[in-house]
C-alpha cells in the first residue's frame, strides 16, 4: 500500500531520481557486493520489496530474483533476470508460503501511510520466507532525523530502529542485528562520494556512529 497513486510516484521518482542514477547504480556496485551479499547465498530466492529502479536486486548475486513495487516505471530499469511484482505489499502476495529465503527493503517502509499497512506488510513477509529466513531492512532513522525526515513529500510513516525491531517482534520475528546508525542519510541533491571512499566507509564501523542516519536491521523468521 501507499498513500501515492502509481501514477503520482512515477512523476516523483522520475523527478527525484532519475538525475543520478549512473551514481545509485555505482553505489550498490559497492554496497550489494562488498556488505549486503554476505547475507545471500548463491541460491537463495530473494525478493526486493520497494525495488525503486532495482539498484539492489539487478546487483545481488543469488538463484532467483523477485522486485516489488507500485511505481509502474521500475520494470523499465530491471535486468532481464528479474520478475517484477507491481503490488500493493499489505495485500496477500502472490507468493507462496515459505518460498522466500531474504526479502529486502531499503528506504520503503516509511512510505507506507500507517503502521496498519506495515503490520500487513511484515505478516505478508513472515508468511513468505522459509523458516530462519531473513528480513533485511533499511530505512531513515527518525531519531537522528527529525529536521529531515519530513522533507520528503512521499514520507508518511515515521520509524526508528526501535520501533521497526519491536513491531518486527510483534509479527514473529527475532532480531538477528540491529545497527540504529548504518548509512548517511540520503544520495538525493548530496555530494557524490569517490567509491573508494564507500567501501572504506563500510569496513570502518566506527565512522557509523558518526555519520550514520539510516539504520540497519536484519530480523529472522522464528
Known amino acids: 500500500m501507499s498513500a501515492n497513486h502509481p501514477e503520482e510516484l512515477r512523476r516523483i521518482y522520475g523527478a527525484r531520481f532519475e538525475k543520478n542514477l549512473v551514481y545509485r547504480k555505482r553505489v550498490w556496485g559497492i554496497l550489494a557486493p562488498e556488505f549486503f551479499q554476505k547475507y545471500v547465498s548463491p541460491s537463495a530466492t530473494v525478493l526486493d520489496l520497494g525495488c525503486g529502479y532495482g539498484e539492489f536486486i539487478n546487483t545481488i548475486r543469488c538463484g532467483r530474483k523477485l522486485a516489488m513495487d507500485l511505481n509502474p516505471d521500475a520494470p523499465r530499469f530491471l535486468a532481464e533476470d528479474v520478475h517484477f511484482l507491481q503490488q500493493d505489499c499489505s495485500t496477500r502476495w502472490p507468493c507462496d508460503d515459505s518460498s522466500l529465503d531474504i526479502i529486502f527493503s531499503s528506504n520503503f517502509f ?77 544520495m538525493v541533491d548530496s555530494r557524490e562520494y569517490p567509491l573508494a571512499a564507500i567501501s572504506l566507509y563500510l569496513k570502518v564501523r566506527p565512522a557509523w556512529k558518526i555519520f550514520g542516519r539510516q539504520f540497519l536491521i536484519v530480523a529472522a523468521k522464528k
Open 110 to 186: 516509511e512510505h507506507l501511510p500507517g503502521k496498519n499497512a506495515l503490520k500487513q506488510t511484515l505478516e505478508e513477509c513472515f508468511r513468505c520466507l522459509k523458516p530462519g529466513g531473513k528480513l533485511i531492512a533499511m530505512g531513515p532513522n527518525i531519531r537522528f532525523l527529525s529536521d529531515k525526515y519530513w522533507d520528503f513529500w512521499d514520507h508518511h510513516l515515521a520509524l526508528s530502529d526501535r520501533s521497526l525491531a519491536e513491531g518486527l517482534e510483534n509479527c514473529g520475528f527475532s532480531i538477528l542485528e540491529n545497527h540504529d546508525r548504518f548509512l548517511p542519510y540520503t
